[in-house]
């Protein structure tokens, strides 16, 4: 491919284009690239090159024509934003610089790279839609020629673009690109099914040209009298479309019937209906495979009328559309775009309305956490589509398996967080129930309902998700302010200081900007976190309270009476603090806290799977208080043969070691077995293993384990 290929494509559809900025933009592309080469041993030029003439076939606009040759120059050559903004302007230094790859960061993982990159992507893609084009005509053609890469690179890459790329071509209507990235994907994720089908295809593929041939002839003789301007096209269906066929109902190649697919292109939408109905009056045709995405557009904008016809024992997909809904199906969110001399006329805001992404820019913003980000958008990019109503009788597109929850958010933020339930149709109904095509959905509301960690359970879309844990996130935090300032406040006052007089005069705010804050709720919240450490904090602000408390101090302890709580809060032993039930931990093993609302700290084992998903801001540092002393609940499982005298002995093993039984329940199993559940009372983690180690030594014992979540 050369350059003047390139210009005569793009004067194809823009006489008046720009061409001296597209040579301008390949020659300095050339000089930047020169003495480079891709795997292949070809000349590097050649990528940018095909990612420009990619772009020129979607009928892109010359800056991001320009912005195809030039993308890789920041990443790959040290050209910087100014030197393109000096040559090319400034929409071109800024496409090509929302294109560029995070190199210069640091990430903790491949994983986190991969989606703070894409993060990053999107952020852009708010701004002007038209980076993530260029992105995808990038990612089409290193797909294309990724046979000269290793295996693992391959499928490394592949497994990105199915998950992230093909999903975004198809949110932005751009089908072809989408379908063909898809099939490329197939063939290095699934390379044995890739081959086999393939071959089988192949055997079919002269029967498939000559019935194209054959029924594109007949039905437009059939079709011309009532719309003489009707034009026909029909393809061989695509493969992975194929493939999903086959896994999902289970089916062999051989029991696959709807290989072939035709397109019907008439001049206006009366045409439409008017066709349909002849072609169901000449055909036989399956009644519940009728869609009208005429009356009901996907989110992409994508309009047809979709049947499935059985002439000659065949089954055929025919698809129904107008000239524009065509140049939409192919051209995507481009099929709106408007150009005065090869520059794009439209406004980024413009663009914006047309992509209908504005809840994945939103997500892009609201959460900070790159990885958590890429779930998110992935709920939203994945899903089929449902259409329901509002009491106005607005339509809502929402994934299929959306939520009432779900809805509430889409109406706005603020109903979404009070949101208690919802009527559907005038039947009332949980914030969990699902939503079915066509229902009519009117929100509840309370003004005392605030978002749980449950709720992300029960949220399906991205938009939903992200408000729901920026509302927790923001709650916890409020949390931890109150309980690091009931801390200080409380310590303070053992010396007789005033809180209210210490913020008063300044010193307060003197200790905030000692421990690098800003705001004294931010100290509070460190405090809570166990970021700065609490004593710290007082001896900062009444330096004479560490000798005072060597004499003084000391003598009164003497008559403390011991603290009831085992646990100790950075050093201190009264704060409030509860144990967690998913892990029940004893004495003994590691632990961490967990600001909660109304609970004080929450002590979890460290390990806790619940503790682990949790927010890491809310965490805090504990540790067992080696003087207290008391006694903790834990539960014993014990699989055993059914015999005389077990429970007996169960129960001497616990006297032995001076352990209490509080609960105990026995379950006859098959082949003579029991199932014995144990609760009991022990000091610590090193009396419960002695306990364990006896019971495994009794006769007809199978197994014992230790009972979480209960």
């Given at each position: 491919?050369?350059v003047?290929d390139?210009?005569?494509q793009?004067?194809?559809?823009?006489q008046?284009?720009?061409?001296?900025?597209?040579?301008?933009?390949?020659?300095?592309?050339?000089?930047?690239?020169?003495?480079?080469?891709?795997?292949?041993?070809?000349?590097?030029?050649?990528?940018?090159?095909?990612?420009?003439?990619?772009?020129?076939?979607m009928?892109?606009?010359?800056?991001?024509?320009?912005t195809?040759?030039?993308?890789?120059?920041?990443?790959?050559?040290?050209?910087?934003?100014?030197?393109?903004?000096?040559?090319?302007?400034?929409?071109?230094?800024?496409?090509?610089?929302?294109?560029t790859?995070?190199?210069?960061?640091?990430?903790?993982?491949?994983?986190e790279?991969?989606?703070?990159?894409?993060?990053?992507?999107?952020?852009?893609?708010?701004?002007?839609?038209?980076?993530?084009?260029?992105?995808?005509?990038?990612?089409?053609?290193?797909?294309?020629?990724?046979?000269?890469?290793?295996?693992?690179?391959?499928?490394?890459?592949?497994?990105?673009?199915?998950?992230?790329?093909?999903?975004?071509?198809?949110?932005?209507?751009?089908?072809?690109?989408?379908?063909?990235?898809?099939?490329?994907?197939?063939?290095?994720l699934?390379?044995?099914?890739?081959?086999a089908?393939?071959?089988?295809?192949?055997k079919?593929?002269?029967?498939?040209q000559?019935?194209?041939v054959?029924?594109?002839?007949?039905?437009?003789?059939?079709?011309?009298?009532?719309?003489?301007q009707?034009?026909?096209?029909?393809?061989?269906?695509?493969?992975?479309?194929?493939?999903?066929?086959?896994?999902?109902?289970?089916?062999?190649?051989?029991?696959?019937?709807d290989?072939?697919?035709?397109?019907?292109?008439?001049?206006?939408?009366?045409?439409?209906?008017?066709?349909l109905?002849?072609?169901?009056?000449?055909?036989?045709?399956?009644?519940?495979?009728?869609?009208?995405?005429?009356?009901?557009?996907?989110?992409?904008?994508?309009?047809?009328?979709?049947?499935?016809?059985?002439?000659?024992?065949?089954?055929?997909?025919?698809?129904?559309?107008?000239?524009?809904?065509?140049?939409?199906?192919?051209?995507?969110?481009?099929?709106?775009?408007?150009?005065?001399?090869g520059?794009?006329?439209?406004?980024?805001?413009?663009?914006q309305?047309?992509?209908?992404?504005?809840?994945?820019?939103?997500?892009?913003?609201?959460?900070?956490?790159?990885?958590?980000?890429?779930?998110?958008?992935?709920?939203?990019?994945?899903?089929?589509?449902?259409?329901?109503?509002?009491?106005?009788?607005d339509?809502?597109?929402?994934?299929?398996?959306?939520?009432?929850?779900?809805?509430?958010?889409?109406?706005?933020?603020?109903?979404?967080?009070?949101?208690?339930?919802?009527?559907?149709?005038?039947?009332?109904?949980?914030?969990?129930?699902?939503?079915?095509?066509?229902?009519?959905v009117?929100?509840?509301?309370?003004?005392s309902?605030?978002?749980?960690?449950?709720?992300?359970?029960?949220?399906?879309?991205?938009?939903?998700l992200?408000?729901?844990?920026?509302?927790?996130?923001?709650?916890e935090?409020?949390?931890?302010?109150?309980?690091?300032?009931?801390?200080?406040?409380?310590?303070?006052?053992?010396?007789?200081?005033?809180?209210?007089?210490?913020?008063?005069?300044?010193?307060?705010k003197?200790?905030?900007?000692?421990?690098?804050?800003?705001?004294?709720?931010?100290?509070?919240?460190?405090?809570?976190?166990?970021?700065?450490?609490?004593g710290?904090?007082?001896?900062?602000?009444?330096?004479?309270?560490?000798?005072?408390?060597?004499?003084?101090?000391?003598?009164?302890n003497?008559?403390?009476?011991?603290?009831?709580?085992?646990?100790?809060?950075?050093?201190?032993?009264?704060?409030?603090?509860?144990?967690?039930?998913?892990?029940?931990?004893?004495?003994?093993?590691?632990?961490?806290?967990?600001?909660?609302?109304?609970?004080?700290?929450?002590?979890?084992?460290?390990?806790?799977?619940?503790?682990l998903?949790?927010?890491?801001?809310?965490?805090?540092?504990?540790?067992?208080?080696?003087?207290?002393?008391?006694?903790?609940?834990?539960?014993?499982?014990?699989?055993?043969?059914?015999?005389?005298?077990?429970?007996?002995?169960?129960?001497?093993?616990?006297?032995?070691h001076?352990?209490?039984?509080?609960?105990?329940?026995?379950?006859?199993l098959?082949?003579?077995?029991?199932?014995?559940?144990?609760?009991?009372?022990?000091?610590?983690?090193?009396?419960?293993?002695?306990?364990?180690?006896?019971?495994?030594?009794?006769?007809?014992?199978?197994?014992?384990?230790?009972?979480?979540?209960?």
């Amino acid at each position: 491919m050369k350059v003047n290929d390139l210009v005569e494509q793009v004067q194809s559809y823009s006489q008046d284009a720009d061409i001296r900025m597209i040579v301008d933009a390949y020659l300095y592309s050339a000089q930047a690239h020169d003495g480079q080469t891709r795997k292949s041993g070809e000349a590097y030029l050649t990528h940018p090159l095909a990612v420009a003439f990619i772009l020129a076939e979607m009928l892109m606009d010359v800056d991001t024509i320009a912005t195809g040759l030039l993308h890789d120059t920041m990443e790959d050559c040290m050209t910087t934003h100014h030197d393109l903004k000096e040559r090319f302007g400034e929409d071109v230094a800024d496409l090509v610089d929302g294109v560029t790859k995070i190199g210069k960061l640091q990430f903790r993982s491949k994983e986190e790279a991969q989606a703070e990159n894409f993060r990053k992507m999107v952020l852009a893609m708010s701004k002007d839609i038209r980076v993530v084009l260029v992105k995808l005509a990038d990612r089409l053609h290193n797909m294309r020629t990724m046979q000269h890469m290793k295996p693992d690179r391959q499928k490394a890459i592949s497994q990105e673009t199915m998950e992230i790329y093909a999903p975004i071509a198809n949110r932005l209507g751009l089908s072809r690109l989408k379908s063909e990235l898809e099939d490329l994907c197939f063939r290095y994720l699934e390379p044995t099914q890739y081959k086999a089908l393939t071959e089988d295809m192949e055997k079919l593929a002269p029967d498939h040209q000559e019935y194209i041939v054959e029924f594109t002839n007949r039905l437009q003789n059939q079709l011309i009298e009532q719309c003489p301007q009707v034009d026909i096209y029909g393809r061989v269906k695509h493969l992975v479309s194929i493939q999903r066929k086959m896994v999902t109902q289970s089916l062999s190649f051989e029991q696959v019937h709807d290989l072939l697919a035709f397109r019907v292109i008439v001049e206006n939408i009366g045409e439409c209906y008017a066709v349909l109905g002849l072609i169901h009056g000449l055909y036989p045709h399956h009644p519940n495979k009728l869609k009208d995405y005429i009356a009901q557009p996907k989110s992409n904008g994508y309009q047809s009328l979709h049947t499935v016809i059985l002439p000659e024992g065949r089954q055929i997909e025919v698809q129904i559309r107008t000239r524009q809904m065509h140049r939409v199906a192919e051209l995507g969110i481009a099929a709106h775009w408007r150009y005065k001399e090869g520059h794009l006329a439209l406004s980024s805001e413009d663009i914006q309305k047309i992509a209908k992404l504005r809840a994945l820019f939103e997500a892009a913003r609201d959460v900070t956490d790159p990885t958590e980000f890429l779930e998110t958008v992935k709920v939203d990019l994945f899903s089929m589509e449902i259409f329901v109503f509002t009491p106005n009788g607005d339509v809502k597109i929402l994934p299929k398996g959306a939520t009432a929850l779900d809805f509430a958010y889409t109406i706005h933020t603020d109903i979404g967080n009070q949101c208690i339930g919802a009527k559907i149709d005038g039947r009332m109904v949980s914030i969990k129930h699902e939503l079915k095509n066509g229902d009519r959905v009117e929100i509840l509301t309370s003004s005392s309902q605030r978002p749980s960690r449950d709720w992300i359970k029960i949220a399906k879309t991205g938009r939903a998700l992200s408000k729901i844990r920026r509302m927790i996130r923001e709650e916890e935090r409020l949390q931890g302010v109150v309980l690091g300032q009931e801390m200080l406040e409380k310590e303070l006052g053992k010396h007789s200081l005033s809180f209210s007089k210490l913020v008063r005069d300044g010193t307060i705010k003197e200790a905030t900007r000692h421990f690098g804050h800003r705001k004294p709720e931010q100290l509070y919240l460190a405090i809570a976190s166990g970021t700065s450490v609490l004593g710290k904090v007082v001896r900062f602000i009444a330096p004479e309270t560490e000798t005072k408390s060597s004499t003084f101090s000391n003598f009164i302890n003497r008559f403390r009476s011991r603290s009831t709580s085992p646990v100790l809060i950075n050093g201190h032993e009264d704060v409030m603090t509860s144990f967690a039930r998913c892990c029940n931990p004893l004495p003994g093993e590691n632990i961490a806290g967990f600001i909660t609302r109304g609970r004080g700290i929450s002590i979890h084992r460290s390990d806790c799977s619940q503790l682990l998903s949790s927010d890491p801001d809310c965490r805090i540092n504990v540790q067992w208080h080696n003087g207290a002393q008391g006694q903790h609940t834990s539960e014993l499982e014990i699989i055993c043969n059914n015999k005389m005298g077990m429970l007996a002995e169960l129960g001497a093993a616990c006297k032995t070691h001076s352990i209490n039984i509080t609960r105990m329940e026995a379950t006859t199993l098959t082949d003579n077995k029991a199932r014995l559940s144990l609760e009991i009372s022990v000091q610590d983690i090193s009396q419960l293993k002695r306990l364990t180690r006896t019971i495994r030594q009794i006769s007809g014992v199978l197994r014992i384990d230790r009972v979480y979540n209960r």
